[in-house]
Nanobody
Framework: QVQLVESGGGLVQPGGSLRLSCASS????????MAWHRQAPGKQREFVAR???????TYADSVKGRFTISRDNAKRTVYLQMNNLKPEDTAVYYC?????WGQGTQVTVSS
């Protein structure tokens, strides 16, 4: 089973920034489409960002222009740079590689 370990979450004030990391054990990491999803309190899990194996990216409208997804295939790691964070970004963020999901990391945006 592929293991995904998220890190970088925490408390941040509105307007601040965080960078999430997801370390993968996948042998053929470079072939996976990678994504970030999130689940806010009282809401369903939603798509945030995706980076395909070829490098093309897609973002949810709610984060476009503020978040950037990237990957380092040599390190088998995917990142989510989050800038200008808003209270509505508060959620548990999950790393996704194909059919595999990580355990999630908490991001809380509050004054």
């Amino acid at each position: 089973q592929v293991q995904l370990v998220e890190s970088g979450g925490g408390l941040v004030q509105p307007g601040g920034s965080l960078r999430l990391s997801c370390a993968s054990s996948a042998t053929f990491f470079s072939l996976y489409n990678m994504a970030w999803h999130r689940q806010a309190p009282g809401k369903q899990r939603e798509f945030v960002a995706r980076i395909r194996s070829g490098g093309n990216t897609t973002y949810a409208d709610s984060v476009k222009g503020r978040f950037t997804i990237s990957r380092d295939n040599a390190k088998r790691t995917v990142y989510l740079q989050m800038n200008n964070l808003k209270p509505e970004d508060t959620a548990v963020y999950y790393c996704v590689a194909g059919e595999y999901w990580g355990q999630g990391t908490q991001v809380t945006v509050s004054s």
